[in-house]
């Protein structure tokens, strides 16, 4: 499915004829929006009101006439994108991480509504994911190809360039020590040699990036 096939699917789905309301204390954003959609009446595919107030509950006065909506949708990508936990890596190219508070608060579940609904109404793209994340959007997880410079954590990206660049088995076996919580951790109990370091690597940087995670990107995508 194409990325403009699934914004498609998505856009359809925005009933016009019910309204799901989001009363927003700008200084607490995502509390607020959270709040909302765990209700028991909340549905993504509703259209949207929003009523920002102050810190005293004192409502502004704009009517939502498309304004307000977008200036929500707008503010909840910025706390997505920098502030709940659930991404890591360049401000231009995301990727998700594991956080533990997070999966527990539903925060993956709500950003990955937001995020769609932000599409759906008309609101300003979500930018900011990696050309990685968008291909699992795409493809699915087990169908992307990971690459060392795709890990955002430094000191695993090194351990496992460490690995490639080992020339003699006394450089890979010491490159692999470096590497030994992340091996085990990733559940790898094959002997790594000079024949088959490229292929470890490449699956170990797989495993980091997407399938150590795929619980929260389960949990993330709404499509």
């Given at each position: 499915?194409?990325?403009?096939?699934?914004?498609?699917?998505?856009?359809?789905?925005?009933?016009?004829?019910?309204?799901?309301?989001?009363?927003?204390?700008?200084?607490?954003?995502?509390?607020g929006t959270s709040r909302a959609m765990g209700r028991s009446n909340f549905s993504p595919e509703k259209k949207v009101d929003v009523k920002f107030t102050d810190d005293y509950g004192t409502s502004e006065d704009a009517v939502d006439n498309g304004g307000p909506t977008l200036e929500f949708f707008q503010l909840c990508l910025h706390e997505i994108k920098d502030k709940i936990g659930i991404f890591e890596g360049p401000s231009n190219a995301k990727v998700l991480t594991c956080n533990s508070k997070a999966m527990k608060d539903n925060a993956y579940f709500y950003a990955g509504q937001i995020m769609a609904m932000t599409i759906a109404h008309g609101g300003q793209s979500p930018c900011f994911l990696s050309e990685l994340m968008y291909k699992c959007l795409q493809k699915g997880p087990d169908?992307?190809?990971?690459?060392?410079?795709?890990?955002t954590d430094e000191e695993t990206r090194s351990q496992l360039q460490s690995i490639l660049q080992a020339q003699t088995d006394s450089q890979l076996q010491d490159a692999v020590a470096q590497a030994a919580s992340l091996i085990?951790?990733?559940?790898?109990?094959?002997?790594?040699?000079?024949?088959?370091?490229?292929?470890?690597?490449?699956?170990?940087?797989?495993?980091?990036?997407?399938?150590?995670?795929?619980?929260?990107f389960e949990r993330y995508v709404y499509i």
């Open positions: 499915m194409t990325l403009e096939r699934i914004m498609e699917q998505i856009g359809s789905r925005v009933n016009n004829y019910s309204i799901v309301r989001f009363h927003i204390i700008r200084r607490n954003v995502w509390d169908n992307v190809n990971v690459k060392t410079e795709d890990i085990s951790l990733a559940g790898h109990n094959v002997r790594i040699t000079l024949e088959n370091k490229q292929e470890t690597v490449l699956d170990l940087a797989h495993w980091y990036v997407l399938q150590r995670t795929r619980a929260p």
